[in-house]
Each structure stands twice: as structure tokens, then as C-alpha cells.
């Protein structure tokens, strides 16, 4: 994880250096992006058409940009309005969909890399509307918004595609998104407005939101008690995350007054026996052990339950410019959905 974090971030010689057997594969699949997304918007492909109105959203980087959390926000917002939302995601690793069905208990969530197929599946179990989750780049489905997300965070990374960088398509690939948001964790306000007029630059007329993903609490993760925020204020912390980006999870509760040591995992890191004793040996030096609900999904079951639980941390969202465009956006998704039930 840091060799990663170091290589795609660095700017010293070291790392440069580093990437330059990088930059071929990396071209290559750049180009291949490229001639994918034409194939489709020259005609020559064409995406399938689900059975109900259909909202994706993905994102141009390897994972970070907060793309789960606003999934998982427009699914509440749909059955808010008394919809049922059926969220269809590919599954990978087995934690996203159940944070998906947690953070929204009335969707209908299915976990099936055939879009098509797990789109009929959610529509036969009583969905009217899809979000599908990280679907940005799956160009065979089609759908009636297309929202990117972009870190304002990804500011930092080297402009390569993978594997010399983390971009999995360059900047222009915004140029199919309807509407781009842009989330920052750690990042000012200031880096995610630059972002945000650098992705207008693409995306001409179209919309461009920012919202800001904060630690709005922390739960236990097998009672549920609640920490206050006055209780991480000064305590000495153990983060473990599991996540494409740990250190903002790191920085997020720093930013809470506490005092913080890391123990980063890759992405949806399948945790051993020897890594679950390494986080409860860390954390008897700590006042608290604190992770991510994506890691919760893994360790509740097989954490010790003679030692301290962990503190989940909860995201909230705080929309900082946008915020009404997007709700417009996703009204008008549902609008023929809304006229044929009344």
C-alpha cells in the first residue's frame, strides 16, 4: 500500500524512475479506453438497455473517490420519495454490497458482474429505479444519468493511467459523464473548486456539484454504542483501514483532535487470523481501535470477543455547491416512473 501510494503520488526522482517501465502498459491501456469509448459513441457498439430507469455511477481512479457513499445517498434519496431502489454492483470483495444494504435497508441490492442480468434480477424483486454502482466505465448498459465522481484528493496522483498511475481513463473520458461530482475528505475546499472548474473545462454546460464526506460518528461495531465526538477529541487512536486510500481515513480522524497510528491493508483486504491479533495487540496501547464500515463487514464476525471492539466510523455527506442540481437530476430520472403511479 504505501509502495503504491509512493508510486503513484511521488514526485522525487526515485519514483519517476520507477514508473518508466510503467509508462508502455500504461499507454497502452489508455489507448485501448479510448477505442473502446469511440466504438461506443461512433455506433460501431452498442450498450443494452435495462428494464427501468437507470442512474451509474463510477469514477476515473482506482477506488478512493467516494463513489459507495453517493451511491448509497442516492438510493436513500429514491426511497425517501418512496421508491424502491435496486442497487447492482459487480460485488468485488464482498464488503460494498453489504454496506450498501446496511446504509439502506429498503433497496434492493444485487451483486452480479453481468449488469443486464442483475438489473432484470432487481427489477423481479420490486425495484422501479437502479443505481449501479461503479459503472462509469461499463459502457455496454445504458442508463438515463451517468455521473462521475472525482476526488479532489486524486489531485496529488501522477497523471498516468494504470499501472503507471491510478487513472483508469484520462480527463476527456468526463466528457460522457451528465453530471461530474467532485468529493473531498481531506482535500480544502479551495483544491475540490479547482477540480471542479478543471472538470467544467470537459463537460462544457453540464453540472458539476462538490460534496464533502466527513466521520460523522462512531458506533460500536458489535453494540452499537455510539463515541462521542469529545471522546476522540485527544484520545490515542488505532485506524485500521482496508481501503483504497487509509491515510485519509487516518488524516479524517486526526482532523477530530485525536492522535493516530495506521494500519493500512490494500482494498478489500480479506482479513487473517494473523492480521485481526496484530490490530487487537495494537490497540491495547490505544483508547480506542477505529475502522472503516467497509472492514466492519469483514471483522465482525471473527473479532475476539473478549477483547475492546471496534469503533465504526459513519460518513456523512455535506453537499457544498450543487446540491439541488443533483436532487433535480435524480427527480428527473424517476419523472415518468412517478406520472404512470399517480
Known sequence: MLMTRWLWAGRSLPARIARLPLIPPSLLVRGLAAARARAYRSCLMHPEALPLPTVAVGNLTVGGSGKTPIASWIARYYSSKGHTPGIVLRGYGGDEGTVHRNSVPGAVVIEDPDRLRGAKEAASLGADVLVLDDAYQRLDVDRDLNIAVVSAESGRAVSWTLPAGPWREGWKALGRADLVIVTRKRARFRAATRIAERAKHVVNHRPVAIVRLGISQFRGMLSGVVLGTDEIDGANLVAGAGIADPHTFAVQCRAMGAQVSLLAWGDHHQFSDRDIRRLVHAGRKADY????????????????????????????????????TVRSCLDAVVAGVEELVS
Not at 471483522?299 to 473478549?306: E, F, S, Y
Request: charge should be negative.
Open 289 to 324: 481501535v477505529v475502522i472503516t464500515e467497509k472492514d466492519a463487514v469483514k471483522l465482525r464476525d471473527c473479532w475476539p470477543r473478549h477483547r475492546p471492539e471496534p469503533f465504526v466510523a459513519s460518513l456523512d455527506l455535506t453537499w457544498e455547491r450543487g446540491g439541488d
